[in-house]
């Protein structure tokens, strides 16, 4: 005969997603992930003067709003966390969740949000609430997707290593090519090996803005041999990144229908 | 004994292809389908102001012949609607298609290319018409290349999710480098994370207009980090998209190709 | 006992490639292409005006010198080709051949090169030759390949026709939603659908001029849509025909390796 | 029992990483690296000329520091070059590696970094340091890495060939097609198919510098067609090396696994 669980043991099954067995989101998590994005896109858009100008009482309210509710997560999350596995008191154990760094991250957001006199001209700061979202994200369908994801890079480090220098080495030798050819006509682009690497750079990744571009037929010339010659190569390590989690991903799947049918099997 | 079936069942025959085993397209369906082309082509041409100015009493025309043939093939399908299967009165399986989502849209069509005073000014209305072909190639070899397409897609949600968030994290990491470093320089370009993104989106999707691009050198050395990093990264949720369907049709080849072997087979 | 071939026969054997049974270029094959290729040039640098002006005489003379080239093998074919081997007078072979698609391509070449006066201004004309080398390279391990290739692109036709669709309607979505978000603001470049079409896949191709680009707040949003969601997607066509050479190379060189391991096989 | 080695001996294992068994770095060698690609990184910022001028006593006691370093290292491994295995003097030994090609590329970087009066206005000179990495990186995981890379581009030499040459024309059409079309309204880029290869590289590499694009109707319909028909195409040369090297990579990694698998089960 099991006891009803107690009202902190519900809270705290409720808030941290590490508590339960699935660690699947529960409802409350899903509504926390929902206001953190709420309140990084209203810190985005406030970085746009004349809005933030024009609705200044109505984002002060919604900043402070979104702070107080922080706040209450935070308190809620403090006083739950005695309820964690383990040996030592509750005092102890609520001091070691309030020191654990997603922790410390949460304590930021709340102060960021409440204290907008603080942080007046540093909207960036209010991005840290991201961090939050990566706290929440660590559980459930997700970690498995980012775990089988940083397995697979770890496993292709050379061919990562490999890729990045060749395509250092490209873009260091358009860069010089570009330097020696175009270097005394346009010395604001093309006067020192540095800012040719600027022009290299967007080019290789074929944005290609068109702030700098060679005007001569040799630096032409050599600006399409580097073109034609470079194209791929420079994207190989993000491409070996995205096969990667492509495998990766592909790999959880055939697993995860793999345990399926092993549980149908059994429970047959 | 089998009674020669009435006009009204081959008129039914021959415009529903859903009423066909095969599911293939009749002729008569194909024509219309080269007819929507054309009046979709037409409408396009026609908002190019000087050529619909020139070309006004053809155009006129060529809309109003689209549209009495819309009409007819509209009241055809309405009158042999009758010979749907099924329970029910010839009346009531008329209006069961009439309102229709298929059939409204094919309505909107004939009424939008007979009133051409009603849709002045708004020639992108008569784009509707792409819904019309949208529901003459759910049928034939279309539909089981989307159909593999669409669950391929279902089965990938979760990358898509992670490669998405992941994505949208760069761009908004971008936007961020770059709003600090330059939206004091470019006001007009760089003065919020939000104009910021426009920037971010552009690079990391490496269309690269070069309206707007970083002019001091610590904003070019984050650019060229972004660029570098993100490039490969923000298509990762389209080459997902492009892989899936690659699958998708690859098995359904192999699949045909064995179903073809096996009628082979028990045929001989 | 073998009676030693006539010149004929050997001129036959060494200038028609189809008439070995390796089906490999032979040096005279080889050295025409080499000859091919530099006319080309010549051809393609002929079109800088300054150049020909400069070097009229050099470059008549070496046009001309090609021209008599290029006759001379002309003539050596027409003669030789009484050597095919099948029924007929060598009179009607050498027709034969003389009518052949090939040989009147031959035939205008040395045209083109031998009377330049009647070409003049008109150097696109040279490139016919061009053509000449498709004769050649249709044999050897060139041949395969493109077989393959050919192959392989007929196989995947309804892959093409669903992702080309796709790309088609992608344009089209982008073109209007431009059209209706900045026509207004920029008539020049998004008056109607078919200018904003230029927009569209400049855009979801990534080459990104920046000629056209949105200048309103909501051009830029639905800008930034249509690139995010339509990268990848445009190129699906053109990668789909990526890899299709790439799995007909693979196979071929999986069965080139098979069968010259049969053939070690039974000579040991 | 074994004699202690010479100091000689000891200083010859930890230069040449081909005297070792495992074929791996020194930490002596890995601090060499390091020092190259400082040597290197202060070479390209030397670049700079105003960076230079300020800093020229600086980057003059930085380049002698890294000359006397290079020196040492030159003569070290002069010296300890007699112990090589195999038969001959130790001069002889001597001789024969100082005129191998790696120790000339030594030789040179020293006397580069020592005399900068020699190459004073010639900073591109420095980076022929970068070969020296070569030298060092020839070994250990690099290697495996850029032996099976180099192995897996000659098996696919022929779609080599064949994309490239595919390329070679879409890239020659494009150029054709534009010179056609506007050669006659922006001589200055069309003029002649020269000055249209470079649009046509930098259309169809996707970089899109913007500098030069079509004004016509027609023009920009060609582009189009052009764009959409040869993007991917062009990069499908480098798309395959990418390929290649992944495939290497992987099969690579699968060999290193099994041969693992084998010793341990052989220690069992």
């Known amino acids: 005969m099991t006891a009803k669980p107690s009202l902190r043991h519900r809270v705290y099954r409720e808030l941290f997603a590490s508590a339960r067995e699935d660690g699947k989101l529960t409802l409350t998590n899903k509504v926390i992930v929902v206001m953190i994005l709420a309140s990084v896109a209203l810190a985005i858009i406030g970085t746009e003067r004349q809005l933030a100008v024009d609705n200044r009482t109505v984002l002060r309210w919604a900043e402070f709003g979104f702070g107080v509710a922080f706040l209450i997560e935070y308190l809620a999350r403090f006083w739950s966390a005695a309820e964690k596995p383990g040996d030592g008191s509750a005092t102890q154990k609520r001091l070691g969740w309030a020191f654990s760094f997603f922790a410390l991250v949460d304590l930021a957001v709340v102060v960021a949000s409440l204290i907008p006199m603080l942080v007046t001209g540093a909207p960036i700061f209010r991005l840290i609430r991201l961090f939050r979202l990566a706290s929440l994200l660590r559980f459930g369908e997700f970690s498995n997707a980012l775990r089988a994801l940083s397995t697979a890079i770890v496993e292709r480090r050379y061919d ?109």
Not at 212 to 217: H, N
């Open 160 to 268: 990562l290593a490999v890729t990045g220098a060749l395509a250092g080495v490209l873009v260091l030798v358009g860069a010089t090519a570009l330097y020696w050819a175009e270097g005394a006509q346009q010395p604001e682009a093309f006067g020192s090996i540095p800012r040719a690497m600027w022009w290299s750079i967007i080019t290789l990744t074929t944005v290609g803005y068109g702030d700098v571009s060679p005007v001569t037929t040799l630096g032409k010339c050599l600006a399409a041999i580097v073109a034609l010659g470079g194209i791929g190569l420079v994207a190989m390590p993000t491409g070996i990144v995205a096969a990667a989690f492509s495998d990766a991903m592909q790999n959880h799947r055939e697993a995860k229908a793999k345990a399926a049918a092993q549980t149908a099997k059994e429970n047959a």
